[in-house]
């Protein structure tokens, strides 16, 4: 086990930053999400802005490079962006392996993915990281490879030379997860004909998401206290008690300054979020930063492109582990909200209410329509009994007229055959 220490910079010049304690005790679960690491301690270091080449002051690094010392410590996380420069100054200061946020987060994915598009994705946001990092890093210009000066100047410098050995990587991976998007295209439109509602599960990392998962579907989806514990979607057909069988869709977890790269990468994983009938929200209530997560949560919604009109249910999970007065609290303030529930997905505690408000949910999406085809139609008409849609059906000498009940997306869905 490598021991490690875990840093939080809290630079008071930033008024966006986070809570230094909730942010320090998140960094510390990431860092505990990494198999192999034994953190043996954290710190938060107060900084008024950061220093441009070792991000903290002399003074501060001589106290840690101490401390670091006396704690055997070989490897160092930084809560935070450390630039090339920042990162190459502070290992040698100290003598240990120094990672950022990024770094680490993109460490965790790459362990954790397990799908071959989870595998890809990981691939090209490393590489696009590990670009990033060769441009700023990279002084020594005066490097060359090749040339013969035939053609005036200097050959390639080997800033451009990796760079493009990078570029070409991009290229070949972005090629190989284009075929397998294509694969997840086919099996969305076949899941498409299938008369099932998808329900999807989001949330902040280790909110409960995959725990609530395995209680709905009997699944065994990774189901462990600690981040990121799912990485590639999951997804099960549910039968919801005296409603309609549902897909149940498991996403990865959400995350604060989630690092750019992963951001871009990762949109294919939640695109399942995209086609839902239904979002489930589920929050940790009994976290101390369950409003901020809340809040991060919806920013990356906004941002993939989630609009207002999908439904969302707010469940606020983890009431079990909180104590009988602010689980009464909790309850109160659920039971005021039609679109809240407090529950607990690990002794189950609520989730009959939730499952019922799923199922008025996705019955109250639905309308009654009538609709007129010809009989040269068959095709639309044999899509509305696929799905289940069609109540009534009669037929004259223009044709077919049929009372369908569905929803907008249906009705959306129809209109584009």
């Known amino acids: 086990m490598t021991p490690a ?38 710190t938060v270091v107060r900084l008024p802005k950061p220093h441009p080449g070792a991000l903290f002051g002399s003074g501060k690094i001589k106290e840690l490079e101490t401390l670091f010392k006396e704690n055997e410590v070989e490897l160092v996380l930084v809560d935070g962006p450390v630039s090339p420069v920042q990162q190459r100054n502070l290992e040698k200061a100290w003598g240990v392996k120094l990672l950022d946020r990024t770094g680490l987060i993109l460490e965790i994915f790459s362990d954790r993915a397990a799908t071959r598009e989870g595998v890809l994705q990981v691939e090209m946001a490393a590489l696009s990281y590990q670009r990033t990092r060769l441009v700023r890093a990279w002084t020594h210009l005066e490097r060359q490879r090749g040339g013969l000066g035939f053609v005036g100047g200097p050959g390639e410098t080997q800033i451009e030379a990796d760079r493009r050995a990078i570029d070409d990587q991009l290229v070949n991976l972005r090629r190989q997860l284009d075929k397998v998007v294509k694969t997840r295209s086919l099996h969305r439109a076949a899941r498409a004909k299938v008369p099932y509602p998808i329900v999807a599960l989001v949330g902040y990392t280790n909110a409960g998401k995959s725990t609530l998962f395995n209680r709905l579907t009997g699944a065994e989806v990774m189901a462990k206290d600690m981040l990121f514990a799912t990485l590639d979607p999951t997804m099960r057909a549910v039968k919801l008690p005296d409603g309609p069988e549902v897909i149940l869709s498991d996403t990865v977890g959400f995350i604060s300054d989630l690092p750019t790269e992963l951001v871009a990468a990762f949109r294919a994983t939640l695109e399942e979020v995209l086609a839902a009938d239904l979002i489930l929200h589920v929050r940790d209530i009994s976290h101390a ?129």
């Open 5 to 42: 220490w875990v840093l939080h910079p809290d630079i008071t010049s930033d008024r966006s930053r986070r809570a230094a304690q909730p942010a320090l005790a998140e960094a510390v679960a990431l860092a505990g999400a990494l198999p192999g690491l034994n953190v043996v301690g954290s």
């Open 289 to 417: 930063a369950t409003e901020e997560q809340a809040k991060d949560v919806r920013e990356i919604l906004n941002s993939l492109g989630v609009t207002e009109t999908t439904p969302l249910l707010e469940i606020w999970n983890k009431v079990d582990v909180m104590d009988p007065e602010a689980r009464e609290a909790a309850q109160a303030r659920a039971d005021r909200d039609d679109a809240v529930f407090a529950t607990s997905a690990l002794t189950g505690a609520g989730l009959d209410l939730m499952l019922a408000a799923v199922n008025r949910t996705l019955d109250v999406d639905r309308r009654e329509e009538t609709v007129h085809l010809a009989f040269n139609e068959g095709r639309k008409r044999s899509w509305l009994f696929d799905k289940a849609l069609v109540e009534k059906e009669t037929q004259d000498d223009t044709g077919y007229t049929l009372l369908v009940r569905w929803s907008a997306k249906d009705a959306r869905q129809f209109e584009s055959l």
